[in-house]
């Protein structure tokens, strides 16, 4: 399967949705990510089977930070049999309180892409860490 420009489009705004939904705590819009037999793995943070399950985890995980800023980035997108690949950088900005404190995240994903009806999912997921600092600086 070739890819034409617009599902690499498509696949960057799907990324962008997914980190739009975290930041926004748009819960509803985060499942809309995800084909129905996701498979992610989080390392250290965990593993899920469903966008639902990833959901419930994320509004856990964000309900007592203030605002984030999650940045999608150097997304290289590779035909992959019927659906795609994808690696991309993820780098996330988390406030934790009103003193300007924040958390600095910053990794890779490694995604597998399946067509659905209504446009291209994540099937397969997983994040790979390369630095947390807690608290690291202030705004």
Not at 12 to 26: C, E, F, H, N, Q
Not at 94 to 111: I, K, N, W
Request: with cysteine; aromatic share 10%; hydrophobic share 45%.
């Amino acid at each position: 399967m070739s890819l034409s420009a617009s599902d690499e489009q498509a696949i960057a705004r799907l990324l962008v949705r997914y980190a739009t939904a975290i930041d926004g705590r748009d819960w509803p819009l985060l499942p809309s990510c995800f084909t129905e037999d996701l498979r992610a793995d989080y390392g250290v943070f965990g593993a899920w089977r469903s966008g639902d399950e990833i959901t419930a985890f994320m509004a856990q995980a964000h309900a007592d930070v203030g605002p984030t800023l999650h940045r999608i980035s150097n997304i290289v997108v590779t035909p992959a049999g019927e659906g795609a690949t994808a690696r991309s950088y993820m780098d996330a900005l988390l406030t934790v309180d009103d003193t300007g404190a924040v958390h600095r995240a910053a990794g890779f994903y490694e995604d597998r892409f399946m067509r659905a009806a209504d446009g291209w999912r994540i099937a397969e997921r997983r994040y790979v860490m390369v630095c947390f600092n807690p608290a690291a600086t202030s705004v």
